[in-house]
């Protein structure tokens, strides 16, 4: 096994203490841009045969000035939308988020371009039925975003979009040639 260590010191770590990047391979993502529900659903079942039954394909809306017409076109078959943030005023850590009940889609939407990104999970068997979605018949599609937040109380928001898989076919058709997806 060809192995490549580096040792690297961080500016402001304590002095002795190294981080070590240990490199097995380089991998390459290759970008894959599906056009439509058939090669969504062979995707999905390849991707299930190699790595398990409970794999959750993620599909990316490819172009940033695309998130807020796709997150309203998801909203109408959402059966549940939350909102959270993290960090800022509300949040206990930076790094654990949090829900804001009184904020809506709408709240949020005019911040979409500054996501990091936008898209759809695809869970087609859930590992528990910890919530609802989880027992809906033939899993779920859960739509997100993480963007950043202007309200002066969190520093980003997060928008999440439980979705019957009943509506895949609709989604996929009415954004085909914006839906990649990546490939080691």
């Known amino acids: 096994m060809n192995i490549n260590m580096k040792l690297r010191r961080y500016p402001g770590s304590s002095p002795g203490i190294s981080t070590i990047l240990i490199f097995k391979k380089c991998y390459c993502m290759i970008i894959i841009k599906l056009s439509d529900i058939g090669d969504i659903q062979s ?3 390849d991707q299930i045969e190699l790595t398990g039954e409970y794999y959750r394909p993620q599909f990316d809306i490819e172009c940033k000035t695309d998130y807020a017409d796709f997150l309203r076109y998801c909203e109408q078959f959402s059966e549940y939308t939350q909102v959270d943030g993290l960090g800022g005023k509300l949040g206990e850590s930076s790094f654990r988020r949090y829900p804001i009940p009184d904020k809506k889609l709408e709240d949020v939407i005019h911040m979409s371009e500054t996501g990091i990104k936008c898209g759809i999970q695809i869970t087609p068997k859930p590992i528990g039925k910890i919530r609802e979605w989880d027992s809906w018949e033939g899993g779920y599609i859960e739509g997100f975003i993480r963007m950043d ?7 980003e928001w997060f928008v999440w979009q439980y979705i019957k898989m009943d509506y895949l076919e609709d989604i996929v058709e009415e954004f085909n040639d914006k839906l990649i997806t990546f490939k080691l």
Not at 149 to 155: L, P, R
């Open 43 to 45: 995707y999905i079942k």
């Open 149 to 155: 937040a202007d309200d002066g109380q969190s520093n």
